[in-house]
C-alpha cells in the first residue's frame, strides 16, 4: 500500500551534522502529521520530532534548537537537519507518516513507518 524509505544515516564525530530524508509511496491520497522517531539501545522508542501538513512542528525538549525538520508536501518528503550531534543522539531513526489512502470504503488513514536508518555520534 504505502511504503517509507529513509536515507541518510551514518557515522559522524560530536559536533557534526546529518541530513535524513524519507519519502512516502504507494497508494497515497494525502499525508496528515510526519514525522521522526528514534530508538537507542535497551530504550524505548521516542519522538524526536513532527510536523503537520500545515507547517506546523513539535520537538522534543533534547533535540531542540540543534535539529530541524522540513516537509515537502508535493513530493510526500520529510527531512531532519540534525546539527551539533552528541553521542546521546545514538540510534535508530524512524520515519513515520500518518497517511490517506482511499479504499473500497472510502478514504482511511493509517500510520505508515519506515525501516529505519542508523546514525552512531563518536565522542
Known amino acids: 500500500q504505502v511504503q517509507l524509505v529513509e536515507s541518510g544515516g551514518g557515522l559522524v564525530q560530536a559536533g557534526g551534522s546529518l541530513r535524513l530524508s524519507c519519502v512516502a509511496s504507494?497508494?497515497?491520497?494525502?499525508?496528515?502529521?510526519m514525522g521522526w522517531y528514534r530508538q537507542a539501545p535497551g530504550k524505548q522508542r521516542e519522538l524526536v520530532a513532527s510536523i503537520t501538513s500545515g507547517g506546523s512542528t513539535n520537538y522534543a525538549d533534547s533535540v531542540k534548537g540543534r535539529f530541524t525538520i522540513s516537509r515537502d508536501n508535493a513530493k510526500n518528503t520529510v527531512g531532519l537537519q540534525m546539527s551539533s550531534l552528541k553521542p546521546e543522539d545514538t540510534a535508530v531513526y524512524y520515519c513515520?507518516?500518518?497517511?490517506?489512502?482511499?479504499?473500497?470504503?472510502?478514504?482511511?488513514?493509517?500510520?505508515?513507518w519506515g525501516q529505519g536508518t542508523q546514525v552512531i555520534v563518536s565522542p
Open positions: 504507494g497508494n497515497v491520497f494525502s499525508i496528515n502529521s
Open positions: 513515520n507518516a500518518d497517511v490517506r489512502i482511499e479504499t473500497s470504503l472510502g478514504l482511511k488513514s493509517y500510520l505508515f
